[in-house]
């Protein structure tokens, strides 16, 4: 898993543009930047690097005219050659633009308040094709969390994921869909009480996943150490209710180059 490549599209691109275009993913972009700590005094490199992402999405031109800061001074910051002073910063995303209200905050991130997995699934359904199984939804809410661990270190669902022998599944959306194959037309949950935050997580693992089987997608999951670790000692077809912790979860995942965002800082 070292060249972690199963993605459904070029990630970089549509991140890019979704900076581009979107005040509230801008702010979701920087505020998990500023949450990052390795304990190893490179904290600061995790918002250059946001703010690198925002400056080339939206033009680094108009970004240096409105920031006050020189096109050289720029450079220096965005590639790491000098730690910019809280003046620098502050100045930078103001032009990022944070400027949101108490209301708007609270529609855009989470209080810290793990979502229903059933929530999760009605959006997640929402944005796959009508021809995908049941089996896909599952794995793509199993991959929603991952996302929600590495970029905003908490669950983004509260429902425990099992190591069943298709791979993780939630009992909970399980028994909403039990007896089915494809998708169907019956709501799971409410994706209105969704953040935005809790939505970019399953955007995100539908863009890196969404052009691959329910079948493929088991089959990722099977090579993977989560599942792999919680069903230690198991033979092949064994049925099992046993956890794939979120620790473990958050362990594997954030090895992976692609989820790491100083290594990407750093190429």
Not at 92 to 113: A, H, Q, W
Not at 185 to 207: F, M, P, R, Y
Request: proline residues 3%; hydrophobic residues 35%; contains cysteine.
């Amino acid at each position: 898993m070292a060249n972690n490549k199963h993605k459904g599209s070029d990630f970089d691109a549509y991140l890019h543009e979704s900076l581009r275009e979107s005040d509230e993913l801008v702010f979701l972009h920087i505020k998990e930047a500023l949450e990052v700590s390795d304990g190893e005094d490179n904290d600061h490199q995790y918002l250059i690097k946001a703010i690198a992402d925002v400056a080339e999405a939206r033009g680094k031109s108009e970004f240096v005219a409105k920031a006050g800061i020189t096109r050289q001074g720029l450079h220096k910051i965005l590639n790491g050659k000098s730690v910019p002073s809280i003046q620098n910063i502050m100045a930078l995303l103001n032009v990022i633009g944070l400027r949101f209200s108490v209301e708007k905050i609270g529609s855009v991130i989470s209080d810290g308040t793990p979502a229903s997995v059933l929530d999760v699934a009605q959006y997640a359904r929402s944005l796959l094709s009508r021809d995908a199984t049941y089996m896909k939804l599952e794995k793509i809410v199993y991959y929603s969390q991952v996302e929600s661990l590495i970029h905003f270190h908490r669950p983004l669902f509260k429902e425990k994921i099992e190591a069943w022998v298709a791979g993780p599944v939630v009992r909970e959306l399980f028994d909403k869909h039990k007896g089915l194959k494809r998708l169907n037309s019956n709501d799971l949950g409410n994706s209105e009480n969704l953040t935005t935050e809790h939505k970019v997580c399953i955007q995100w693992a539908v863009e890196k996943y969404g052009n691959m089987d329910g079948d493929t997608l088991s089959h990722l999951t099977h090579i993977e150490q989560p599942w792999k670790r919680a069903r230690k000692g198991l033979a092949d077809g064994t049925p099992s209710s046993s956890e794939i912790t979120v620790e473990s979860m958050r362990e594997y995942y954030s090895q992976i180059p692609d989820y790491s965002e100083l290594d990407e800082a750093e190429e």
